[in-house]
């Protein structure tokens, strides 16, 4: 489906991103992944293969982004998919959350967000697909997640803008939507509302959340993989500016 596509995933390293690499790696594509820690990146070579781009970028530096971006060109060419995945994830309750907390959250998941596309955009292919990950709390208000909803809006809504500043390239930008899905970041979440938590209470937080959604379980990383392969190639075509969301039926039912 991706054969001869060039693609970047930033927070490759783990959950979502790292299903996305596996699944678009394995459709065709040449995947260059990003990530922090040096062990993480190796472990992808491992699982994926030796031939995916492994970079240390920390997505709170611009000057990061702008290295990753050209590395890729020097190592790959032209990009036709970037998938902007890298985040955060904690609860900032109204009376308790304090200002690094607050920027934190809002500069991972929302900065980095505009100025990787920035640095990335020029390197892009006529016709490529911009994927940003957003999040099911867009379609619903919870309590303690006033910060890292506003986070998700706002990439939201740079997903329509910014469709329409790329139109001219023919470079559609859209977003996945995930529910509630087993990654590593759900453990900060939980954690962040309970600090303390032992693998037996995390358990037993998971296992409530999961009687929320109506199919009775949370997502898996590649359910949400499978929706970024979509948006990602061609089959998408006519799809700009939208967001394609995958929770196990949360929002709408
Ligand atoms: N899981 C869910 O339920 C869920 C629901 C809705 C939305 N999402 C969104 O899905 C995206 C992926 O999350 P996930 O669930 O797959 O969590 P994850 O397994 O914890 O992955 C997060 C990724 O982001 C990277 N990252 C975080 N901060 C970074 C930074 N400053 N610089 C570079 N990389 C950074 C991490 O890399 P290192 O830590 O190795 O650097 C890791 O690869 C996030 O945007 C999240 O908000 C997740």
Do not use: C
């Amino acid at each position: 489906m991706l054969n001869g596509k060039t693609a970047l995933i930033t927070g490759g390293t783990s959950g979502i991103g790292l299903a996305t690499a596996k699944l678009l790696h394995a459709n065709g594509a040449k995947v260059a992944i990003t990530g922090r820690k040096p062990q993480e990146l190796d472990g992808v070579r491992e699982i994926i293969g030796t031939d995916v781009l492994t970079l240390q970028t920390d997505v709170l530096s611009r000057d990061a982004l702008r290295m990753m971006a050209s590395d890729v060109h020097s190592a790959f060419g032209a990009l036709d998919i970037f998938f902007a995945n890298a985040g955060v994830a904690y609860v900032t309750p109204l009376a308790t959350t304090d200002e690094a907390q607050y920027d934190r959250l809002m500069d991972t998941n929302v900065k980095s967000v505009f100025f990787s596309i920035q640095a990335v955009e020029p390197f892009m292919r006529e016709g490529g697909s911009i994927i940003v990950t957003t999040a099911w709390l867009n379609q619903v208000g919870v309590s303690g997640r006033a910060v890292l909803s506003a986070s998700k809006a706002a990439v939201r809504s740079f997903v329509r803008t910014l469709s329409a500043e790329l139109l001219a390239r023919r470079i559609r930008v859209n977003a996945v939507s995930p529910g509630l899905i087993e990654t590593p970041i759900l453990r900060g979440v939980g954690q962040s509302e309970s600090p303390g938590q032992t693998e037996a209470e995390f358990r037993e937080y998971l296992a409530d959340a999961s009687k929320l959604i109506p199919v009775g379980r949370l997502g898996r990383p590649d359910e949400i993989a499978a929706a970024v392969l979509f948006l990602a190639s061609d089959a998408s075509s006519y799809m700009l500016g939208s967001e394609v969301v995958v929770d196990g039926g949360f929002a709408e039912l």
